[in-house]
């Protein structure tokens, strides 16, 4: 996927409809690697995995994913705003549900992000999903303040990786839906701050 190809075809889309769906967005090599190390990450949801696990990690830095964010967003700079691992289908269905993802997120300034599978098992899709991805290594861009539209049925059971962006100037706020809302006042951040570089790499510029 180049970001050229993006300019030409997808962006129009994304904006019209609000997310994309990438059916082949990791390459075989680096969803292996994912496969491989899930073994190591706790079987629970858990957020902010690049601080402790280096696979997820190199998910959450992937240049190629920031680059197609920033061009689907129109930003040219971009921070990591947080990254999130959900062990199944249930625990990534409980946290979306009744209200988006803006609103579960202490940022102001979130501008997109980005939800991928990386389940073991392929499985036979027998109706295709245009906003979710149902099948490994498939991935979908979305805007966090619109709900994501989750399968009434889910034909594989994770894990998920959700990786999100802000802007450059984006400032740390209290949200009362974000169960994490006080933590990054454990690190010296106050409500209103400008988020750190620290916390939150940026990513483009």
């Not at 082949?24 to 491989?36: I, M, P, T, V, Y």
Request: aromatic share 12%; glycine share 4%.
């Amino acid at each position: 996927m180049i970001k050229s190809s993006l300019e030409l075809i997808h962006i129009d889309y994304f904006r019209e409809k609000g997310s994309i769906l990438f059916t082949d967005l990791l390459s075989k090599e680096l969803l292996n690697k994912a496969k491989q190390a899930l073994c190591f990450i706790p079987k629970k949801s858990e957020r902010n995995c690049w601080k402790n696990y280096d696979v997820l990690k190199k998910l959450s830095m992937n240049h190629n994913f920031t680059s197609i964010a920033s061009a689907l967003c129109r930003q040219k700079s971009l921070r990591l705003g947080f990254d999130h691992y959900f062990s199944s289908f249930n625990e990534l269905k409980d946290f979306f549900k009744e209200s988006p993802l803006s609103e579960k997120c202490s940022i102001d300034g979130l501008e997109i992000a980005l939800l991928m599978n990386l389940s073991a098992n392929e499985v036979e899709i027998t109706k295709e999903s245009l906003t979710f991805p149902l099948t490994s290594g498939s991935a979908c861009f979305f805007n966090p303040k619109n709900p994501l539209t989750l399968p009434e049925m889910p034909l594989t059971e994770g894990p998920f990786f959700l990786i999100t962006y802000c802007k450059q100037n984006a400032r740390y706020i209290y949200q009362a839906l974000d169960v994490y809302t006080h933590e990054e006042k454990k690190e010296g951040q106050a409500f209103g701050d400008l988020i750190s570089s620290r916390l939150h790499p940026l990513l483009s510029y």
